[in-house]
């Protein structure tokens, strides 16, 4: 198949650039003075839920004078089966476990910061036995 004559496509910069992995940029590179850590969601139960849901991630840190910074951690899509009780994959594979990046953090905020987590999930009423495990890692 062309793609490029049959379907109108075209690879853009850096598809087929030789580089080696020495020049390739780290995705995962820190600004100094900014945190290394994650925040590890665990504990959520996905038999829990009907189909797939989100989870995203909010930091808030307070200063010395009361005013707060929120910070946007992400989100974690939790792609599931309606019911999963019925595959045998799904129930070996229930709980839900999210890693957030702090790496646009300073470091000398993550300490001091009120994580939150939030669940979005059609409808308006969470199931009764969610619960959740935040652990900042690194």
Do not use: W
Request: charge should be neutral.
């Amino acid at each position: 198949m062309d793609i490029e004559n049959q379907l109108g496509y075209t690879y853009g910069p850096g598809s087929f650039d030789d580089l080696s992995i020495d020049d390739q940029p780290s995705a995962a590179a820190v600004e100094p003075g900014f945190s290394a850590r994650k925040l590890m969601v665990r504990g959520i139960d996905r038999a829990l839920f009907q189909g797939s849901f989100l989870l995203t991630a909010h930091a808030t840190v307070p200063d010395d004078g009361g005013k707060t910074k929120e910070y946007c951690l992400g989100y974690h899509s939790v792609l599931s089966r309606y019911s999963v009780s019925s595959c045998a994959n799904c129930r070996a594979h229930l709980e839900v476990i999210a890693h957030f990046s702090l790496k646009n953090m300073p470091e000398d905020e993550v300490d001091r910061a009120i994580f939150t987590v939030k669940v979005h999930h059609r409808g308006s009423v969470l199931p009764a036995g969610l619960k959740t495990v935040l652990k900042v890692r690194g």
